[in-house]
């Protein structure tokens, strides 16, 4: 069985300031983990992925995550945030579960850009 | 060309309505997709099929009725549908061996009344 848990449904960061969003992942075989963003009405979109390699993942927009298997982490970072990434974001873990290949979406963590 | 297409963007149907939801994807991808996502809330997996053939049904009512035509098209076919069956549908695509990212398309809005 796998599960993805964000921390924070709702984060606040002033624009240019640092973003953190966290995610940490269950998976009983190696995981591959995604990010997704979210706008209003839209679909979702691809951030970035780990697969296998370089644990430190560059993805679209200025945004990396970083696996950490000893902490089952893969937190989504920004050095400097900008009004545009005012989203929704959805952590994900892709694996098996109930014999076939699942993927496995978080809560969902809504970052603010505050002007 | 990494776009999966929806169709309609909004539908807004009767209790006793039958209405179809399209999807359709030209980058190869022999897995398809079907999710329902409520507001506030993360997609939530209702179907998939791998190779035309349905592999997964998340244990859907019968009032949702998926097709899958040919490798590049995807349908929702929904009759008798309830006010609680209102949410975006998503469809998505993505190659069929693991590790591999699936791609969303915009999404059909629709509301039951």
């Known amino acids: 069985a796998q599960s993805v848990t964000q921390l924070g449904s709702h984060v606040s960061v002033s624009e240019g300031a640092l973003v953190l969003l966290r995610c940490n992942y269950s998976?009983?075989?190696?995981?591959?983990l995604f990010w997704y963003v979210q706008y209003p009405n839209q679909g979702l979109q691809l951030l970035l992925k780990?697969?296998?390699?370089?644990?430190l993942v560059k993805g679209i927009n200025g945004f990396e995550a970083e696996f950490k298997k000893s902490e089952t982490s893969f937190h989504l970072t920004k050095p400097s945030a900008h009004m545009s990434d005012a989203a929704e974001y959805f952590c994900?873990?892709?694996?098996?579960?109930?014999?076939?290949?699942?993927?496995?979406f978080g809560t969902g963590t809504k970052l603010q850009v505050i002007p | 060309d990494t776009e999966v297409t929806q169709t309609p963007k909004h539908l807004v149907m009767g209790m006793t309505n039958k209405k179809s939801l399209k999807c359709e994807q030209h980058?190869?991808?022999?897995?398809m997709y079907w999710y329902k996502q409520k507001a506030k809330k993360p997609p939530e997996l209702m179907f998939v099929?791998?190779?035309?053939?349905?592999?997964i049904n998340e244990s859907v009512p019968s009032r949702f009725s998926p097709e899958c035509p040919n490798s590049s098209l995807l349908n929702l076919h929904l009759h008798a549908l309830q006010p609680e069956d209102s949410a975006l549908y998503l469809c998505?695509?993505?190659?069929?061996?693991?590790?591999?990212?699936?791609?969303f398309g915009p999404g059909t809005r629709l509301t039951v009344t």
């Open positions: 998976s009983s075989v190696p995981p591959y």
């Open positions: 780990y697969t296998t390699g370089a644990t």
């Open positions: 099929y791998s190779y035309e053939k349905l592999s």
């Open positions: 980058m190869g991808h022999r897995a």
């Open positions: 998505a695509s993505s190659q069929v061996t693991q590790g591999h990212e699936q791609y």
């Open positions: 994900a873990v892709r694996g098996f579960s109930g014999g076939y290949q699942k993927v496995t």
